[in-house]
Every structure is written in structure tokens, then in C-alpha cells.
């Protein structure tokens, strides 16, 4: 697709949106099976597109984590045709009548879910949320703009002309998945600003993309945020249990929002849990407070700017608590509302925990590697916001959704 | 209160919203019962309080419009504080189990109903406003910033005084109710910006208020935005009930966003309809299209500006098209998303007309004046959302909460 005015492809979205909002489960369905054998049949064209982008990524200097994240493979190729297809295998959501009753004037109101109508999603170099977010969009009845970075500008309109040819395949209008192929800052600025076209705006990316749709954003979006999730060994915890957990919540894969990045521990236990996690955590690096370092001689201190962060990679700040309350405010002051999780056999404490923390996700005795859409049974998911409006938590179908009153009367007037 | 810093205050409200989000329903429900004896009881003091604003006004040369809005009068006094004994009755949603499962590995999710924390409400004169907002939030659990108008800083003293006084006769912090005293321009930016301090704000005003939230909020916020609602009488409708309908939607109370502004009738019935319809409008000014005044002699020729208005008063906008799909046409092009009525007896015109309207509230067969939180049952509202995310029609408690998810494990890691 050409360079094009950002505000022409906006009203072409709007306008298919309309269509696909009446659309059929079966036609949204077939689009994504078509999709998904497209994708394999040009996956050497893709390759190629691909190739280009790696090409330029390597003159451009960029690091070897994002050539990766940047590449496509055969395997790659053949994930993202695959959930296209588990996509297409989910529970339509439009339609559901989420609730419904009848006033005492005879009035019947139904609270129906409908499609959102526009969603745009902001992203970077990744070629497979192209796939990814065009899918579950479409499946949800919405129209999606796609925006990626102009790393990935190749790969995505090859992907994008995939999902095109199969809406026209099953007579739903191409607009339906649209590519904004202008990657330069202004468009970005341009396409946080469609107002009345984009219903929904969905970031993915790191902190600069986030603080620009904060800055920037004048259309209704919902924020996937950083993860500094805590795991709050308890008095009362199993320590063999706590231990599994903290070690499966930092190690697992260290680089995801809901992966650890502060262990708190109760001071009844802290002189036996922490050398034990020490010695679990190795490769990790701990940061501590007062307390934890005269436990735990040699680590370095932990500072406040340690005790806010989401390091996505091997690196743990600790504190030892003087009890359950301590372990409250110390995640009420630096957590990012994301996932926490209290690890205790004591009912009350486990109680409190789920009360008292002001987080999309409170977690007792598991993992926080379990907050997310296919961990939760949600299908895919399109990202997990840390937000309250709207979605919180782990965001599938529903989440790109609304709902809408229907009402029916028999020429009922208001006196 | 003192004028004071308005960060401070934030920081006040949040501590305070920790406290109210595990209130149990018993003191919040005191607190709003307490409040409204309170309102009561001092009933001469609020007048004299609500003096001083009439006087200002009346030398800063108010509108009468605007001296009605802000004055408060014995059964004013009564109806606020009726409104939150009413409030104290209805059903606390907070606790909720919105929904929750079981996965394959023993984990146990739950969405659990919450409060969304602190919310800010910035409004415009009526000082009932006060009252009838913060019992709302109190009663979601949630802490609540009143920022009202200077014109009416006296009363909305005064019966903030009255709710700080209740709450802590029951126990609970004063700031979970706090009156920002700072009326100037630039408080109300500094209000819009409590990043991390203000959960959601809800703004409650005219245009002016809901774009400047819209330039300068950085916190999350709900629009209860313009309400230009249709009636659209079909070739298949009952005449003597779609004269009822618009009569009522138009003129019952022509003032407020689920009023009707305009009219669209299919050229089948136009000719028989029109006539009988400006009759019984009498006093209503209409404004129509080509066919409208080829069939009413004398009425004023719309423009694109009258097809967009939400007049609030006695005008009526008019069109004649020529099928379901005009009127649906129009719709989407004018339309603010509020509500919407087909009058029709035609299943297949009518499900058309609910599923292709994209809208808070679609219609059939009644006024649109029923959109409305008390008329549909959901108790107090505290406002009409126009936008998609988060709430989508009458806001009631539901919609001043959010969800969290809980989840229970035994140990259990990802692999």
C-alpha cells in the first residue's frame, strides 16, 4: 500500500468497519483459515520481504536481540498461521447478551456485546503481532489500523497483504486490515489523533511508546504497562512451595511483564528462606535492603530506583518485611498494578493479600508466569493492561469488545 | 478546607482509598445515611451558604438559567439528601464474583468486582452535583474528588463538610471525601493531570469542560459526552404511536442529552406523518431537508449544523429518507452515539436498525428519554457515557468499579 494521507485510511476503516460489525462468525472465521494457508503458501515470499528488513536492520546497526525479534523463520512463519487458525476456532464474542431484564413499565433491556468498531494497534518490530492483532481484531468483529515500526515496514505489508486477499477472498471488505505504511513520527502523532475513527488504541511496545501515546493520544486507549510484580513469601508459607515459586517466577523467562522482579520476604522466616532462594537463584543477581544484606552478606544495595523497576532480566531487588501489612504498602508504594503474589498456608493473610493489593492480577500460591490470556483460558490474548478502565488483566476477545443497550418497548413515553 | 496543594490533596484521597475499598457495606452505607440526616439537619446553614453564591453570581451578571441551576432550596436540601439514603439502599457491588473458573492445572480464577480507587469528578454549577457524586463513589468503595465551579464554592463547602462529618462519625477517613477549594484555571489542569493519584475522572459539564478535559486530562477519564438522539419512523410504523414517541422524546424534556433532535421519517409515511407530527409540535421550531419542506410549507431549511446540533431546546431537526438504510446512513454520519429509536413494526427493520446503529442505546418502540440510569433500573447515575471503553450508556455503581483478577494455586510453576 502506498504512502497514504493517515486520515483517508482512517475513514476507509471506519466504513469497513461497518461491515465487518454485521459480519458472520463463519465469514470472520474463514477470512482467518484463508489467512493462515496464505501466510504458508507465500512463506517464501515472506522470507524475502523479511530479508529486506534484516538487511536494513544490519545496516542500521541494530543489536542482535532486535534482529531476532525481527526475523522470520519457516517455524515463525507457520506460528502465526496457527494462530490465525486457533483464532478462528474461538467463541465468536459478538452478540453474547451479557444481561438482560424488564422494567415494570413493560420496557425489555438487553445489554448486548458488540464490536468496538476501529481498533488501531501501535507496535514494534515484531512482525507476528501483525498477524496476532489483526486476528483477534477481526474475530471480534473490528476493523484494524496497523501501524508497526519501519524496521518491520516489509514484512508487515507482506503479512497485511495476506490478511487482505483473504477478507476479499470471503467477501469482507479489504479496508477491514489496514496497513499504515507512513512509519515516520508525524504519521505516528497523526494516527493517535483519529479521533471518531480509531474507537480503541492498543500500544505495544516499551516506555517511549507508552509515554508518546500518554503524551500524544487524543482517541481512547488501553495501556499494556510495565510488570514490577512482587512475590511476598509469607510467615506462613510452605518455603519448599515459596521456593519453586520465586525461582519459576524470576527464571522462567526473565524478559516477560509478568516474570518477578522483587521478592519480599516475612522476617519470622527471612534467616532460612533466603539463603535457600540465594542458592535456588543463582545467575540471579540480588539487590537488598538493610535487612536482606545482613542475611545475605556480599549482595549489593538495593535502591529506590531498584525497588520501582521491571528489569526484564536476571536481576531480583529483596526486602524483608517486618510482617504482612509491611508487604501491603511496600507494593502499594512500588508496584505497577500488574501481578503479585503472596505465597502463605495462613487463610488470613491470604485474604488480606487479595484485598488489600491494588493490582490487575493478586496470585496465591502460584506463579506470576500464570497471568496471562492463554495461561487463563482466555485464548490469545492482545496484551495484558495494567490499567482499570476498560480491561484489566490479561486482554482476549472480550476486551475488544463493548456492549451496547438494546431496548424494546411497545410505545412506551416517560411522564 | 483551605486551598491547598492540589497534589497533596491526591496523595490524601489515595491513602484514603485504600481504607474505603475494604469498608464493609454496613459503614459505607452509615456514613451516606449520616450524611443525609446531616444535610438535614443543617439545612438553614446550606441555604445560607448557597446565598452567598446566589449573590456572587447575580453581581458577576449570572443568566437566570444559571441562578436556577445553583440554587438550593428547602426541597432541594431534602431531594439531596433523599438521594443518598437512596443510594445507601441499593446493593454494594463491590465483592462481586463476576465470573470464575477452574483451569487443567488446579488453578482457580476468579473476577472479583473492586473499587477503581480514587475518582475525580470536575462539574459545573448545581451543587446537588456534590452530593448526589461523592455518594456514589462512597458507595462503590471509592474515594472522591469534588472539583466544583467557583460559582458555587460556598455550598459545595458546605455540603462536603457535611459527608467529611459523616464519615468520620462512622469510622472511615474524612479524605475519602475531599472539596478541591482551588477554583482557578489552572487547578482544574493540575486536577486532570493526578497522574497515579486520580483513577478515573468523570467530568460533568458543557462543551467547554468536556474539551478541556479532552486536551489537558493525562488521567483516565470517562466522557458522558453530547446526546444528538434520532427518531426514525419506519414504512412499517404504528403513526399514532411514533406521534407519541416523538412528542414525548422531543418535548417532555427538551433540556437534556436523551431528548430527541431530530427526526427521520421514510418517504412511505412522510406525507401522512409530517403534517400530523408539526402539529402536535407545536412551539417546536422545525428545521428539515428538501423533502421535508416540500410536504411542511414554511419550515426553515436544516443545515449541515442543525443535522449535527444537540440543540437542549425547542428546535427539531427533519429529514425524509428513502429506506431503512438512509436513516441509518444518517445516523452514522450525524449521530453522537447516545441513543437512538426506530419506531416500526417490522421484525426485520427493526433488528436491522439494532444491529447496524452503533450507539450507547438503540430503541424500538419507545421514548428515548428512557435512557437513563433510574429508568433502567440501575439506581443513581453519574452520567450518560458516550464512548466505548469502560462504560457505554447510564453510568450507575457498576461502572464507578473495575475488576481484579484472584487466583488460588497450590504451587503450581509454568514449565
Redesign the interface.
Known sequence: MARGNIVELGRRAKAAS?SL??AGGASKDGALRVAADLLEQRGTELLDHNRADLERARTESATDAQIDRLRLTPERVTAMADGLRQVAGLADPVGEVVEG?V?PNG?R?ERVR?P??VVGVIYENRPNVTSDAAGLCLKAGNATMLRGSSSAADSNAAIVGCLREALAKVGLPEDAVINVADTSRQAAVEFMQLDGMI??LVPRGGHSLVASV?EHA?V?Y?IDGDGNCHVYVDAGA?LD?AL??V???KT?RPGVCNAAESLLVHEAVAAEFLPRAQQSLAGVELRGDERSRSILAGIAAATEEDFAAEFLGPVLSVAVVADLEGAIDHI?RYGSGHSEAIVTRDLVA?QRF???V??????????T???DGA???LGSEIGIST????A??PMGLRELT??????????????
Chains 1, 2 share one sequence.
Open positions: 461497518r460489525a454485521v431484564w422494567r420496557l433491556i458488540v468496538l468498531g474507537d480503541c500518554r487524543t481512547p488501553v510452605d512451595m519453586s515459586i525461582v519459576n517466577a522462567q502499594a491470604a487479595c484485598a488489600e491494588d493490582a490487575a492480577a493478586v496470585v496465591v500460591n502460584a506463579s508466569r500464570f497471568v495461561e487463563f483460558g490499567q482499570k478502565l476498560h484489566r488483566g463493548c456492549v451496547k443497550y438494546i431496548v424494546h418497548g411497545d410505545g412506551q413515553v416517560r411522564r
